[in-house]
């Protein structure tokens, strides 16, 4: 994708290029907000339909982060060192490994009750519960906000 802008009259061709994507405005702007702040020119594609609807996200692929293609290697590597550290706060409380993701759980009943239920309404998908996903003893918990500790999912 190319945009052009005009300054003093001479025009300048930017090509952007697909960073990531990303499910949720919050994680997308603070990605973005973390590549602005290193001078990266970037913006966010789809944001607003994704924001409005966001059963669409899977429909237009989320919230695209879009970065000048000369800039791309350095904005990746920028939001690599941002997932580390991120990683590196959130522990096992079973393994102590870091090697933890957010996934949805197919565990809880609720969980499929709201995907029977949407499929015969054919109505809007009722939010599936998410958990952190040790990659490593296969423990499931979830991190409490205002707590140090975690609570423990029954595997």
């Known amino acids: ?13 930017m090509d952007f290029v697909l960073l990531n994507s990303y499910t949720n405005y919050v994680d997308a702007h603070i990605a973005r907000g973390v590549l602005e702040e290193e ?26 982060l879009m970065v000048v293609s000369s800039q791309a290697e350095r904005a990746s590597a920028l939001l690599e060192r941002l997932r580390r550290e991120s990683k590196a706060t959130l522990s096992c409380p079973k393994c102590g ?5 957010l996934v949805s759980t197919p565990r809880k009943a609720s969980n499929w009750f ?10 809007f998908a009722m939010p599936v519960e998410k958990v952190n996903h040790c990659f ?13 500790g975690a609570e423990e999912i029954n595997n």
């Open 1 to 13: 994708m190319s945009t052009a802008m005009n300054m003093d009259d001479k025009q300048i061709i």
């Open 39 to 64: 001078g990266i020119n970037c913006w966010l594609k789809d944001e607003n339909t994704v924001t409005i609807d966001p059963i669409l996200s899977n429909a237009v692929g989320g919230i695209k």
């Open 97 to 101: 490994s870091h090697n933890i993701e």
């Open 114 to 123: 709201s995907a029977l239920l949407g499929f015969i309404t054919f109505s």
């Open 136 to 148: 490593d003893c296969g423990h499931e918990f979830t991190e409490k906000q205002d707590t140090a």
